[in-house]
T-cell receptor, first 112, second 109 residues
Framework: NAGVTQTPKFRILKIGQSMTLQCTQD?????MYWYRQDPGMGLKLIYYSVGAGITDKGEVPNGYNVSRSTTEDFPLRLELAAPSQTSVYFC???????????FGSGTRLTVV | ELKVEQNPLFLSMQEGKNYTIYCNYSTTSDRLYWYRQDPGKSLESLFV?????AVKQEGRLMASLDTKARLSTLHITAAVHDLSATYFCAVDAGNQFYFGTGTSLTVIP
């Protein structure tokens, strides 16, 4: 199994550009999450989803949008990129059981 | 909102020494998780603690959970350089986990 796959791994954006970070999981997990991690810091929840068609805001949703049209995919959209969005973005998923999150490998985004 | 506090935030220890990382949380939960993150890498699951009194061990690391005290500990025995990483605890709050701030561990030869 591939687990949680994130693309791209690295990206440089100019201020004002938009992009979509892709996240796909093949474990049939209901729950999916987007976190950002600034250098030397912990994880901040951006958005999460408890199932297809359902999304909810986390701690830091401003400047981002998500959709969950299928169980497998949970893309994160950045509109009008700003330098404050320079960060590493992690997607994660989990099932309904006691196992914890499975994390993707991350996307390192720089906005210049 | 659930608060999760880890301490210390930074830990520098000599090889061969023992130390404990603490994870306190502010509300009732029976599930707590520990993760390891190497520099520039993603988070890797270390331990899953699912009930009061749960204890898990893997190599030089041992994790425990006291749900009544709302406290989990990660004990390091006879540290080696390979354990240098950032360690996060996370508390299951239903639809999401709440993560601690992380403990950056450096093991010095």
């Amino acid at each position: 199994n591939a687990g949680v796959t994130q693309t791209p791994k690295f990206r440089i954006l100019k201020i004002g550009q938009s992009m979509t970070l892709q996240c796909t999981q093949d474990m049939n997990h209901n729950y999916m999450y987007w976190y950002r991690q600034d250098p030397g810091m912990g994880l901040k929840l951006i958005y999460y989803s408890v199932g297809a068609g359902i999304t909810d805001k986390g701690e830091v949703p401003n400047g981002y949008n998500v959709s969950r049209s299928t169980t497998e995919d949970f893309p994160l959209r950045l509109e009008l990129a700003a330098p404050s969005q320079t960060s590493v973005y992690f997607c994660a998923s989990r099932g309904r059981g006691p196992d914890g999150y499975t994390f993707g490998s991350g996307t390192r985004l720089t906005v210049v | 909102e659930l608060k999760v506090e880890q301490n210390p935030l930074f830990l520098s220890m000599q090889e061969g020494k023992n130390y404990t990382i603490y994870c306190n949380y502010s509300t009732t939960s029976d599930r707590l998780y520990w993760y390891r993150q190497d520099p520039g890498k993603s988070l890797e699951s270390l331990f899953v603690l699912l009930s009061n009194g749960a204890v898990k061990q893997e190599g030089r690391l041992m994790a425990s959970l006291d749900t009544k005290a709302r406290l989990s500990t990660l004990h390091i025995t006879a540290a080696v350089h390979d354990l240098s990483a950032t360690y996060f605890c996370a508390v299951d709050a239903g639809n999401q986990f709440y993560f601690g701030t992380g403990t950056s561990l450096t093991v010095i030869p």
